[in-house]
């Protein structure tokens, strides 16, 4: 119990910084909100008063005090460039970006598992070398460029899918769903490789340990012996592996959403950043942060419940 509130403590510790750094970046940005709305139009004595308006001309750290409140009590604020609330904005592309990622993570277990335990298995092999150079490829690849790749094969050379052409899942679930799959395994495609090479030299790792040994000695098979005994233990360090891809996956979605032209939340933090919609750009990147460090933190708990040695300490 002590464990987990000691987490809790540092998570709100951690989001209050993130949310004031985030809240300070954008204030060292050059130019001025105001400057943007008003266009051609804008001259001192207007964007002075339009300023003055939007509260940009008080201390920074009024204006910090004042968004805080309003964004824990659910008023995010009120975008620049479109007068609408900050949060039907976000609120209505966040799905896109969620689903993005549930795919890309699911995918990621559905396929790193199975072919991380099957290539340990087959160490030395000509699969496990095939596997491993695979891998190294993946990982060297950019998602936007696998994202370029995909377009170009499955979508332009093989036409399974139409570049540009996204379906909103109200319209048609399966059409979104086979759609969403190729930005999804572009965002995926990466994180698998790390995850199936993790796995591979956790599971050959637990398998050279004397309790492994022991389990041999006792009658246990080499498969018996991984799936009873050497594979809880295995997959512990792969829980870190598996919380880095839940966070990593949201920065990469972000990128990969331009190629497939998802309307998700990361063309609407580029497009605010643009416009100086500062916002809807401090909205966007504080739920971003926060679910970074709230996946770090399920991950934690995650750990005292699966390794007991973090228990006892």
Not at 154 to 163: E, N, Q
Not at 167 to 174: C, M
Not at 256 to 272: D, H, K, M, N, Y
């Amino acid at each position: 119990m002590k464990y987990i509130l000691r987490k809790t403590i540092t998570l709100i510790i951690t989001l209050f910084i993130v949310s004031l750094l985030a809240f300070l970046a954008f204030q060292v940005i050059p130019g001025s909100p105001a400057t943007s709305m008003l266009g051609t139009s804008a001259t001192p004595e207007k964007v002075e008063a339009l300023e003055h308006e939007l509260g940009l001309d008080r201390p920074v750290l009024v204006q910090y005090g004042d968004w805080v409140k309003n964004f824990i009590s659910g008023d995010w604020g009120t975008s620049y460039s479109y007068r609408t609330p900050v949060k039907a904005m976000v609120m209505e592309k966040l799905p896109a970006t969620g689903a993005l990622v549930v795919m890309a993570f699911v995918l990621t277990v559905v396929v790193s598992f199975p072919l991380g335990i099957l290539v340990s298995r087959r160490e030395g092999s000509v699969l496990d070398k095939l596997i491993l150079v695979v891998d190294q490829i993946c990982m060297s690849i950019p998602p936007v460029f696998v994202g370029i790749l995909l377009c170009f094969l499955f979508g332009i050379t093989l036409r399974v899918f139409t570049p540009g052409r996204f379906v909103p899942f109200a319209q048609s679930p399966g059409r979104f769903l086979a759609y969403m799959f190729f930005p999804a395994l572009a965002v995926a495609l990466g994180r698998i490789a790390v995850t199936v090479k993790m796995l591979r030299s956790s599971i050959l790792e637990e398998m050279n340990k004397d309790y492994i040994r022991t389990a041999f000695s006792r009658g246990r098979t080499r498969s018996e012996a991984m799936w009873k005994h050497a594979l809880r233990n295995a997959v512990i360090p792969v829980i870190a592996v598996l919380a880095v891809t839940a966070a990593e996956l949201v920065a990469s979605s972000i990128v990969v959403e331009q190629v497939f032209t998802v309307p998700g939340i990361g063309r609407l933090l580029l497009a605010s950043i643009g416009t100086r919609d500062f916002p809807v750009a401090q909205a966007i990147v504080v739920l971003l942060a926060a679910w970074v460090v709230i996946v770090n933190f399920v991950a934690d708990v995650i750990y005292q419940y699966v390794d007991p040695r973090i228990r006892i300490q």
